[in-house]
């Protein structure tokens, strides 16, 4: 696709976000919107191998999203993608829906793990990408973390093993917004410099603007090519809530839904924007 149909797609998503956490009543709107122009790149940027009419075809690239709670963007990534009908994502969190507030696989197509107990998705993804070698396909696995999931340990147990298996067939994107639900990621919890963090922990590492659609289409192409023995790592620097002035860079909407009066500012603030 050409870059501003990807970025009109991006824009149309962000509404979507707001709209179904409006109707919900509950949600994760901060996250959400700071993940979609990756997801956007992923799912609509020729980068990940899939089929919405085969969503388990053997031959599809993996993509887990390690920070479940931002499950308004992938729900809306997917059904863009034509998984499920747009219509169904204003029944998120609602009673017998299929758009739990974390992903759950068993119920949606193209969920290909339940997750939102932060630092599993990375080992998940780490024994899938392993599982695949031992099968001798080309399949890569994606997956986007939190940086406040990086406080997790488990994160550098999973890192730790990746490197040492050489899994050239895992990328791994650092949604690096700087905020999680009590503050910002350095004062809850320093934990240094991720892009030197991953390197250090035997990682090729990458940096890049989170919202840039183009440049981050071109760099995982490029990595899904890359057998130079080593799992990378792309930190991107992103903006929590962001296309919606009230949400940029606020902790506070981080897992908070906007009122009626609030969405309808976010969406007249996308709708320019989108222009």
């Known amino acids: 696709m050409e870059s501003l149909e990807l970025k009109a797609i991006a824009n149309e998503m962000r509404k979507d976000i707001i709209r179904m956490l409006e109707a919900a009543g509950s949600?994760?709107?901060?996250?959400?919107?700071?993940?979609?122009?990756?997801?956007?790149?992923?799912?609509f940027g020729g980068v990940l191998r899939h089929d919405p009419a085969d969503p388990k075809r053997a031959d599809r690239d993996y993509f887990i999203l390690s920070k479940g709670h931002a499950a308004p963007a992938l729900y809306a990534t997917l059904a863009h993608a034509g998984y499920f009908p747009v219509e169904e994502l204003m029944t998120l969190r609602k009673l017998g829906t299929r758009l739990q507030g974390h992903p759950d696989s068993s119920l949606v197509p193209g969920v290909e793990v339940g997750t939102g107990s932060l630092g599993q998705g990375l080992s998940i993804s780490a024994g899938l990408a392993a599982g695949i070698r031992l099968r001798g396909t080309d399949q890569v696995v994606f997956t986007i973390l939190g940086d406040g999931e990086c406080q997790e340990g488990q994160i550098w147990e999973a890192a730790t093993f990746a490197a040492h298996q050489k899994l050239d067939n895992l990328v791994a994107i650092v949604d690096g917004n700087g905020l999680q639900i009590d503050g910002a990621t350095t004062d809850v919890c320093q934990v240094g410099d991720l892009g030197d963090k991953f390197a250090a922990f035997g990682w090729d590492v990458h940096r890049i603007d989170g919202h840039d659609i183009d440049a981050m289409t071109d760099l995982f192409n490029a990595l899904k090519a890359d057998r130079g023995g080593k799992p990378h790592a792309v930190v991107a620097n992103t903006v929590k809530g962001k296309g919606v002035s009230f949400m940029e860079n606020q902790a506070g909407w981080h897992g908070k839904a906007p009122d009626a009066a609030q969405a309808a500012q976010a969406l007249a603030e996308l709708e320019e924007g989108g222009r």
Do not use: K
């Open 27 to 43: 949600g994760h709107p901060g996250g959400s919107l700071s993940c979609i122009d990756m997801l956007t790149s992923l799912y």
